[in-house]
């Protein structure tokens, strides 16, 4: 229901601490991070952005997680194909 | 459509409910191809926008009055006596974008229609309409960029009007122009010559023009190094052409208002065959595709001012890139497609992530959405 | 682009695919329900359902905020549009939508100064560059955007501007869900949860779907790799006999939610006795409006809203598909009399909305057209 990209803070605008110039893929716009209050934001962080506030700060490290995951079951899938392949062409 | 009646009626009987989807999809069908009515008793901005609005609004108003064989392909331009007419008016929110100006755009416009056509553009008319009060240097900056893109394209500007209207009235300056191009190459291209086997290129990145607009407008406060691609095609479309010659290209269309997805239905439905475009194939830049995130818009649909989309034979789409991608403006032009037979008239798109989905006419313009 | 692309891989998708058809019991029939309109657009936009066996229905949900809003309400904010001196501000989303008599953009044609926001801090950029006017923003969402409301709000106070107020169409998820548990002729398996209002409420509200309905709940991302994912982690739960919360969307949705946006929006807002949903009927306890002591800034209490009922046509069935009883195209009206230029009922109005993500993306029979996409 809610439109949210994720960005990259580029800066935290000086004398303005809850505004932050933010890219998306090359595109910037100042967004209010307001909302996350005491997460000590930094140039580097990745936000979600939704109707110019951001939302939320990307947890990396669970990111990370899950795209493990997501290899992880697409490398035993790639594997089985390759199996699966092999096998018929031994049997061919 | 009369071929598909058995189908349904058999399926009625059996009551299979992938069955009745197909009744519904069929009755749908039928539904987008009753005439055109106009539902407002206002124009509003969608009627304008190329979408599903303007093209309501030119079958039921302006072709009931003017319909004649000349008008009614509703091709970019009418061919008259072995020459080849279009005009085009111009109403650009800011005069001056990055990349160019409402002048550059006047010229290129019209140029490129005449350019689709398969003509060579050669003159061209320009009208004013200006708002009182608007800085005179600014209507030079005007004229300047138009002079050199005249000259850039090889036209010449020889007749012109100009109107003043109150301030208040209009929006600093409008422009129109209309021109005429020789036609002396054989091929006649048409929005239904497309035929199965086709592949569909686009001549470049698509959807800068239009985002370059909307960030220059500055209400988004959206920053992005963007350009308008606002250029003349006709050199290219001279290439194409010449490399492609006896029938080879079916059709040519510069992707403006609705963008690539528009002129693609426009054909698909004209053409009576279906359209297949592979997401991944498309060219978008790195920051229009962030652009159209960030806003919830899809590029396809996102205006252009110097791409156009080529509908060429098959077994000639090696030749038509070679020769396109020889010009600066075609360097990243690309196979994005192909034509099929069935469902005719629906253009599909195969998702990057392995999925499908249609591409539809928009009903006004894309705008940008939270949600 | 980074959080995005590695979500839409085709190849993982295949073996996400592949999980998910091992896990369905042979002869089931799954009905899973995506809550959110982000969902439901990410689902047709990409062909999500290339994937997904044929024994997997996915139901789409209510939650859609410009689908839900009363033709009523539409035509109060048009009330408002229209008085001298007002200027509306809008997202891009409410433009087309119909009321009783017309959408913003049929306003805008009969002189209404409405103009769209990409933020509500930009609506009130617009008050501070235009004190003579009296701005209004339509505010609308769900818990989501209620933060970013709010937040305008304060800072509007701050900064002692008086000239700007909201009309507050913001309605809460959980109530929603759960009129559609408790509809009688509902048979849903598990939730694909909401992943962007989760960043605001976090995962907790949802716990009673689990433990008091039986039923999982998985909060999802927006890319089709994580919708992907979500149906895999439901069917697990399924055939591990478990009903639970989990969330998928772990890498933005903090469990606990953001409580520095709860707190902005019980500052400013507070729940209404009950509000209409279209398609829903009324709802106790789902909507926010302003509270007293921001009366100022409160565009339903500074101008009269005739505050009229417009019941949705009787031809229209939208609760049906909002519940999942039926599927859009099984509507009597889908795609002939209610098509996106004309639309009749809720689903129809918004990008978002079931009807209208079928009808542009998904108008295609399935069969036919696989020959055409296969080289």
């Known amino acids: 229901m809610c439109l949210g990209i994720p960005g990259e803070i580029v800066q935290i605008i000086p004398d303005r601490p809850d505004l932050a110039k933010v890219d998306v893929s090359g595109v910037r716009r100042a967004i209010n991070i307001g909302l996350l209050d005491g997460e000590h934001l930094a140039p580097g962080d990745w936000i979600l952005i939704h109707v110019g506030f951001a939302l939320s700060k990307i947890d990396e490290e669970e990111a990370k997680a899950a795209l493990a995951f997501l290899e992880g079951i697409g490398q035993a899938y790639a594997d089985e194909m390759a199996a699966l392949r092999d096998s018929t062409i031994e049997k061919g | 459509m009369s071929d598909e009646r058995p189908r349904a009626e058999a399926a009625r009987d059996r009551d299979v409910p992938g069955d009745r989807e197909a009744q519904v999809l069929e009755r749908i069908e039928r539904a987008r191809h009753r005439k055109a009515r106009v539902r407002e008793e206002r124009i509003n901005l969608s009627h304008g926008a190329g979408g599903k609005a303007t093209h309501t609004l030119i079958e039921a108003v302006f072709m009931e009055a003017f319909r004649n064989p000349l008008l009614e392909p509703l091709e970019d331009g009418a061919i008259v006596d072995g020459f080849a007419f279009t005009t085009d008016s111009f109403v650009v929110t800011p005069l001056f974008f990055p990349g160019g100006t409402i002048g550059d755009l006047a010229v290129n416009g019209t140029v490129n229609d005449l350019a689709m056509c398969g003509a060579r553009p050669r003159h061209l008319s320009a009208g004013f309409i200006l708002e009182e009060g608007f800085p005179i240097a600014d209507l030079r900056r005007i004229t300047e960029t138009m002079a050199a893109a005249a000259e850039k394209a090889g036209v010449q500007i020889v007749t012109g009007d100009t109107k003043v209207v109150q301030r208040g009235k209009g929006d600093g300056c409008y422009i129109n122009t209309a021109g005429i191009g020789v036609l002396d190459r054989e091929t006649r291209l048409s929005v239904s010559a497309a035929r199965p086997g086709d592949v569909v290129i686009v001549s470049g990145p698509i959807g800068e023009h239009g985002i370059t607009i909307m960030l220059a407008r500055g209400e988004l406060d959206i920053e992005a190094d963007l350009t308008s691609d606002t250029a003349p095609l006709s050199a290219l479309t001279g290439l194409l052409l010449d490399a492609c010659p006896d029938g080879q290209v079916r059709f040519l269309r510069d992707a403006t208002r609705g963008g690539v997805a528009t002129i693609l239905n426009e054909m698909a439905e004209a053409s009576k065959v279906s359209v297949v475009l592979e997401e991944d194939a498309v060219p978008v830049k790195t920051a229009v595709r962030g652009a159209c995130e960030l806003l919830g818009i899809d590029p396809l649909y996102v205006a252009c001012e110097g791409r156009m989309v080529a509908v060429v034979a098959g077994p000639a789409a090696d030749t038509a890139l070679a020769a396109l991608r020889s010009h600066p403006l075609g360097a990243d032009a690309a196979v994005v497609g192909r034509i099929g037979e069935d469902p005719p008239g629906l253009v599909l798109l195969r998702t990057a992530f392995g999925g499908t989905r249609i591409v539809d006419v928009l009903v006004g313009d894309p705008l940008p959405r939270i949600c | ?375």
């Open chain 3, 1 to 375: 682009m980074r959080f995005v692309d590695e979500y839409r891989d085709a190849q993982k998708a295949q073996a996400l695919a592949a999980k998910i058809a091992s896990l369905c019991e042979p002869g089931r029939h799954y009905k899973f329900m995506e809550v959110c309109g982000g969902h439901t657009h990410t689902i047709y936009k990409h062909g999500l359902e290339d994937y997904l066996p044929e024994t997997i229905t996915l139901v789409h949900g209510p939650g859609c905020p410009v689908c839900v809003i009363p033709m009523g309400r539409v035509d109060d904010a048009i009330h408002i549009a229209e008085q001298p001196g007002v200027i509306m501000t809008s997202f891009g989303d409410m433009m087309r939508v119909p009321g009783g008599h017309g959408s913003f953009f049929d306003s805008m044609a009969q002189g209404a100064d409405i103009r769209m926001v990409y933020s509500p801090l930009d609506a009130l950029k617009v008050a501070r560059q235009n004190p003579d006017s009296q701005v209004v923003f339509m505010a609308i969402g769900f818990e989501t955007t209620a933060p970013s409301t709010a937040m305008t709000v304060l800072r509007a106070k701050a900064e002692e501007i008086e000239n700007f107020s909201i009309f507050c169409n913001h309605v809460t998820i959980i109530p929603a869900i759960k009129a559609i548990l408790d509809s009688p002729d509902l048979r849903l398996d598990g939730f694909i949860g909401p992943g962007h209002v989760s960043t605001v409420i976090g995962c907790r509200p949802y716990e009673f779907i689990a433990r008091d309905y039986g039923k999982p709940l998985v909060t999802a991302g927006f890319e089709p790799l994580d919708v992907l994912q979500s149906i895999y982690m439901i069917l697990l739960q399924l055939v591990e006999g478990r009903s639970e919360v989990e969330n998928q969307y772990s890498r933005v949705v903090p469990y606990d939610g953001n409580r520095r946006a709860l707190t902005a929006i019980n500052e400013v807002m507070e729940l209404r006795p009950y509000f209409e949903w279209r398609g829903l009927g009324f709802i106790s306890h789902s909507a926010l409006r302003v509270r007293e002591r921001y009366a100022a800034f409160d565009a339903e209490r500074i101008f009269e809203v005739p505050g009229g009922r417009v019941a949705d046509p009787k031809a229209c069935q939208c609760g049906e598909v909002l519940k999942g009883v039926l599927k859009p195209w099984e509507c009597k009206v889908f795609g002939t009399a209610c098509t996106p230029e004309t639309p009749i009922g809720t689903c129809m109005v918004s990008s978002e909305g079931a009807c209208a993500a079928y009808y542009n993306y998904g108008r295609f029979a399935r069969e036919r057209v696989k020959e055409a996409t296969t080289r």
